[in-house]
């Protein structure tokens, strides 16, 4: 998922909010750096997410780029990584990653509690640079939303 500073060509599945950051999907196989390398060729960043209304956003814009594809993914880079020099830590949403900069913007160093759903949490380190991505589940969860959340 990156985050763009502009809106891409029309082909590709985007969300843009009404304050005009947008954020986009592209489906490869792929690792961190190489998602990171290809939001940069985009002239974006991988997203971050600063709270709900742009969790919302970027869970419909991916449930729909997956609901297109086949077999459809549930993983998704986004710019969530914990440097090798951060512990784990239980206690914050984010469990100490923290969000890369995106498009030219300081990314959010505290985000809300709602942000803090994780699949699996993560391994307890204080010593291996790590990545999170966003995984959406195969089933609707009971509200009717997908089920999200993230994983190392």
């Known amino acids: 998922a990156c985050a763009l500073g502009?809106?891409?060509?029309p082909r590709a599945a985007v969300?843009?909010?009404a304050?005009?950051?947008c954020f986009s999907a592209h489906?490869?196989?792929?690792?961190?750096?190489e998602a990171r390398s290809a939001c940069g060729r985009r002239g974006g960043g991988l997203a971050w997410l600063s709270g709900e209304p742009e969790l919302r956003l970027v869970l419909g814009l991916l449930a729909e780029a997956a609901e297109a594809a086949e077999p459809a993914p549930s993983l998704f880079w986004v710019g969530l990584k914990r440097n090798a020099t951060a512990?784990?830590?239980a206690g914050h949403p984010l469990r100490?990653?923290?969000?890369e900069g995106a498009g030219g913007g300081a990314a959010p160093r505290?985000?809300?509690a709602a942000l803090?759903?994780?699949?699996?949490?993560?391994?307890?380190?204080?010593?291996?640079?790590?990545?999170a991505g966003l995984h959406l589940a195969a089933a609707a969860a009971p509200d009717g939303g997908r089920s999200w959340g993230w994983k190392e």
């Open 96 to 99: 100490g990653f923290s969000w």
């Open 6 to 9: 502009r809106p891409p060509p």
């Open 19 to 21: 304050a005009g950051a």
């Open 116 to 131: 803090g759903h994780w699949v699996k949490e993560p391994v307890r380190s204080c010593l291996t640079a790590r990545c």
């Open 27 to 33: 489906l490869a196989n792929g690792s961190y750096a």
């Open 15 to 17: 969300r843009c909010q």
């Open 87 to 89: 512990c784990t830590d």
């Open 110 to 112: 505290e985000v809300p």
